[in-house]
């Protein structure tokens, strides 16, 4: 007789159904009911495949695919027929999840008509929902003509990989009254022009969730803390599957899990027929249970934390109640 008290595995938690795909509508809700959405970074079939089974809000096909897939050293020699590829690939893994193309460096910049042209190749070539493009007031008219073609436009604030010699290099932003006012104007500036959501980048908590809770739209963060709308990770970080360097707001969720998926192992009948018959004996099983666990801490919101989120001192953060937009 089987023990009803005994806790299920993750891989056995993860509803069988097909998922159905959350819409703009969804995030908004979400952001009212105070209900962390949580996604991740795909750029081929199987994490893609993963992360629905896993139940994530949304997919995002990140320029950081150029590093973490193509090996570029930086973000910026990404080219939109390679972003394309990847996007491709993630669709056909995750078919019922709103999947986002991150717009490469060069790919909106030099004109409005650029822009909408870049932004519907992943709309009609990759089948993507949505995508999302760096920079706050000096990229608005490319926004404004974006959303005009119809196309949903995430923003993306903070550290800016695409862009971070302007600024000094890999530094935590909106710590201080200027740096803090400029992204919130830049913020302010993108849902006037017509942005459904925002991310954070590398930013405290406190200053993000003042940012958060003055925007309508929903607010996500990477490396911003927990007073937001959700929480974007890079899968390869998650999975510890990039051997260069790991930001200091990423965790890896292998170790989490990596037992449980040594019972789950040892506990299945005949692991070559389930392999053979259902492919669940090898690494894409280990991934829908690290990502499983990663969205069930959005959900309680105990990801990311203290302990993954940027520290702020006291006297930086009594300086910040001198800014117009601190309340």
């Not at 969804?26 to 896993?54: H, S």
């Not at 949505?130 to 920079?135: L, Q, V, Y």
Request: proline fraction near 6%; hydrophobic fraction near 45%.
């Amino acid at each position: 007789m089987a023990d009803k008290n005994k806790k299920l595995p993750l891989i056995e938690q993860v509803p069988v159904k097909k998922p159905v795909k959350k819409g703009l509508l969804d995030f908004v809700k979400m952001k009212r009911n105070g209900v962390p959405a949580a996604w991740i970074t795909a750029y081929d079939l199987p994490f893609a495949y993963a992360a629905e089974k896993a139940g994530v809000d949304m997919i995002l096909v990140g320029d950081s695919g150029g590093m973490v897939q193509l090996g570029y050293a930086t973000t910026n020699p990404v080219t939109m027929d390679e972003m394309i590829i990847l996007a491709k690939s993630a669709r056909r893994g995750a078919p019922n999840t709103f999947l986002i193309g991150d717009m490469p460096q060069g790919s909106y910049e030099p004109s409005e008509r650029d822009a909408v042209l870049s932004a519907l190749r992943f709309i009609k070539e990759a089948g993507c929902d949505a995508i999302k493009c760096e920079g706050g007031q000096r990229i608005i008219p490319k926004v404004k003509a974006m959303v005009d073609a119809g196309i949903l436009v995430m923003g993306h604030l903070g550290l800016t990989p695409q862009s971070t010699a302007s600024f000094g290099g890999y530094k935590v932003q909106g710590k201080s009254v200027k740096s803090f006012d400029k992204t919130m104007e830049d913020a302010l500036a993108l849902q006037k022009a017509g942005a459904y959501a925002l991310l954070l980048e590398a930013m405290p908590s406190e200053p993000a969730e003042q940012i958060a809770k003055e925007l309508s739209i929903p607010v996500y963060g990477i490396g911003a803390g927990t007073g937001i709308d959700g929480q974007l990770v890079i899968m390869h970080d998650l999975m510890g599957f990039y051997q260069a360097f790991r930001p200091w707001f990423a965790k890896c969720y292998i170790p989490e899990v990596v037992q449980e998926f040594a019972d789950y192992l040892k506990n299945l009948p005949d692991v070559r027929r389930i392999g053979r018959d259902e492919r669940k004996d090898g690494l894409l099983v280990l991934a829908e249970m690290a990502i499983a666990k990663y969205v069930a801490d959005v959900r309680a919101k105990q990801f990311p934390g203290a302990e993954y989120s940027y520290p702020i001192k006291k006297e930086e953060l009594a300086a910040l109640a001198a800014s117009k937009y601190w309340k």
